[in-house]
């Protein structure tokens, strides 16, 4: 299995981001999806999770309101458009094969990626 994140950068507080996540080596389709980040000094933190057939959607009580996952199964692809950013967003940001319920999500088949940096300056 094979995670790739890519799409974050350094930007302003107040901007945008959009990350993405390839994935390969699992049957998609069959796997609800997860980011978590995880910043300098702190544990892994779950950020928003989609159901295998983007039908339903959770979100961590930070990031409520100003992100937003979505996924193409036909890419093999999940999503997470990132507004309002606050410099506490700073963090890497990973994508997971995800099992769980409301806030409650964690990583299914252990297999994290390479991640992305998010950093946003105030």
């Known amino acids: 299995v094979q995670l790739q994140a890519s799409g974050g950068g350094l930007v302003q507080a107040g901007g945008s981001l959009r990350l993405s996540c390839v994935a390969s080596?699992?049957?998609?389709?069959?796997?609800?999806m997860g980011w978590f980040r995880q910043a300098p000094g702190k544990e892994r933190e779950f950020v928003a999770a989609?159901?295998?057939?983007?039908?339903?959607?959770y979100y961590g009580d930070s990031v409520k309101g100003r992100f937003t996952i979505s996924r193409d199964n036909a890419k093999n692809t999940v999503y997470l458009q990132m507004d309002s950013l606050k410099p506490e967003d700073t963090a890497v940001y990973y994508c997971?094969?995800?099992?769980?319920?409301?806030?409650?999500?964690?990583?299914?088949?252990?297999?994290w990626g390479q991640g992305t940096q998010v950093t946003v300056s105030s």
């Open positions: 997971a094969a995800v099992t769980g319920t409301s806030n409650k999500w964690r990583n299914v088949l252990n297999t």
């Open positions: 080596g699992l049957t998609f389709r069959n796997y609800a």
């Open positions: 989609i159901t295998w057939g983007g039908g339903r959607t």
